[in-house]
């Protein structure tokens, strides 16, 4: 394999555990996917059995094993796979940059997304028969993938409860993992063997990652308005409507025009967490600047639709209903990009909504330059609605249906963080005599 000039060093390790779904979503015929996956799964078994990081140098050494004398045909399938998987790798390393015009697709056609393996194809199978979300099959996927990987050189196919109790024990001894991690993990695999593949596991034991209660982080409503400060324009409208809506960051981010009632004071909120649509509060300051942004976004809407720029993405089967919806004015982002980007996917141009990454490195930088000493994402903003609501005195249900909790005990977690828990107990210092 060629040497190359990467910043990851030929002897930096490479960690890519989720180069299987970054394959199967690229654009390569399916021939040479599945033809890069074998070849990756050989060397990472190689990797493993010689306990040793995969790096650019012992893929060298591997392939000159292998192929002592050069192709003469060319590029042998092995080096083209591990030049495919390291400089992947590079592309997704922290502080290099995406392709200019790229973005993190929605979820591709179904019926090009099927997967490669047999066992993964059942776990596709079996993920939709269920209608779960599609970031829930892609979570299922990368799971399913990691086990795949731990159990090589078998096929989940021949697992059994005790290879699921190995690889969950791992997770929580020799990887430190979080106990959600390890829930989680063990929710995708035990679907994938039990629903999909359908073995019988029995009772499962294994060590299970040391339980911690953490509390949330909250903002002061003082800390609030420094933050809103040091935002402006289109990206402060953003951060007020998180907090005085109590949305998730993607629940945000794919608001659509026709999901905003300015008359009602209500915003609509469709496929949150659980695929659940719900109504929550529209707050009645941010109202004249929706009106001002809703008359500028026309205007953008004007130009897109006199450039015939493709219409906005829909859901798969919206989009064969309804074709032409994605060019309607009600089906436009709330908060789109301000420059168009390629779907990789299907190769199409056109305007998506403002990124994930984006908008929390701006949340991120306003809060430093606001001095706030806590670590603060998009999701705190949410975070400190409830709390601030509970203090306020509204009761818990109504918060519950606001933030769209299925279970009462999860929102009860606010009641840890207000400024007076409990019934105000008062602190025995505050008692003592000045």
Not at 75 to 93: C, G, N, Q, V
Not at 112 to 121: K, Q, R
Request: aromatic share 6%; glycine share 6%; proline share 7%.
């Amino acid at each position: 394999m060629a040497q190359s000039a990467s910043p990851l060093g030929h002897r930096q390790p490479v960690s890519f555990p989720e180069w299987n779904e970054v394959l199967w979503r690229s654009p390569l015929p399916p021939a040479v996917k599945a033809a890069h996956a074998r070849e990756i799964v050989a060397f990472l078994r190689h990797c493993r059995d010689r306990h040793a990081p995969a790096t650019l140098l012992l893929a060298k050494a591997y392939i000159d094993g292998l192929e002592p004398a050069p192709d003469p045909a060319g590029a042998s399938p092995r080096r083209e796979a591990l030049r495919w998987f390291f400089r992947t790798a590079r592309a997704r390393a922290p502080g290099v940059p995406p392709a200019a015009g790229v973005h993190q697709p929605e979820p591709p056609p179904a019926a090009t997304d099927l997967g490669v393996s047999e066992w993964e194809t059942a776990l596709i199978r079996a993920v939709r028969e269920r209608h779960f979300q599609w970031r829930t099959e892609q979570t299922y996927r990368q799971w399913a993938a990691r086990f795949a990987r731990f159990i090589a050189p078998d096929s989940p196919h021949k697992a059994d409860a005790g290879r699921l109790e190995a690889f969950l024990s791992d997770l929580a001894v020799r990887q430190r993992a979080s106990p959600a991690t390890q829930k989680q993990a063990l929710n995708a695999i035990v679907f994938l063997l039990q629903e999909a593949l359908h073995h019988d596991l029995g009772e499962l034991r294994f060590h299970r990652a040391r339980r911690v209660q953490r509390i949330p982080v909250v903002l002061t409503t003082a800390e609030c308005g420094r933050l809103f400060a040091q935002l402006e324009g289109t990206t402060r409208l953003m951060a007020e409507l998180a907090y005085g809506s109590g949305l998730r960051l993607l629940e945000l981010l794919r608001l659509r025009v026709k999901d905003v009632d300015l008359e009602r004071g209500q915003l609509t909120v469709r496929g949150g967490k659980g695929d659940k649509d719900r109504v929550t509060v529209l707050p009645a300051r941010l109202v004249a600047p929706l009106t001002d942004h809703l008359g500028r976004l026309r205007g953008l809407y004007l130009q897109d639709r006199r450039e015939n720029l493709p219409g906005v993405w829909l859901l798969e089967g919206l989009a064969r209903k309804y074709p032409r919806a994605g060019t309607e004015w009600s089906w436009q982002w709330l908060f789109p990009s301000r420059e168009t980007a390629i779907d990789p996917q299907t190769g199409v141009r056109r305007r998506h909504h403002v990124l994930e990454g984006a908008f929390q490195a701006v949340v991120k930088r306003a809060a430093q330059r606001a001095g706030l000493n806590k670590r603060v994402t998009p999701h705190v903003l949410r975070h400190s609605f409830a709390t601030h609501l509970l203090e306020s005195g509204t009761d818990i249900r109504t918060l519950q249906d606001l933030l769209g909790h299925s279970s009462v005990e999860t929102t009860q977690i606010y009641t840890h963080v207000m400024q007076k828990p409990g019934l105000g107990v008062r602190s025995p210092l505050d008692a003592l005599a000045p």
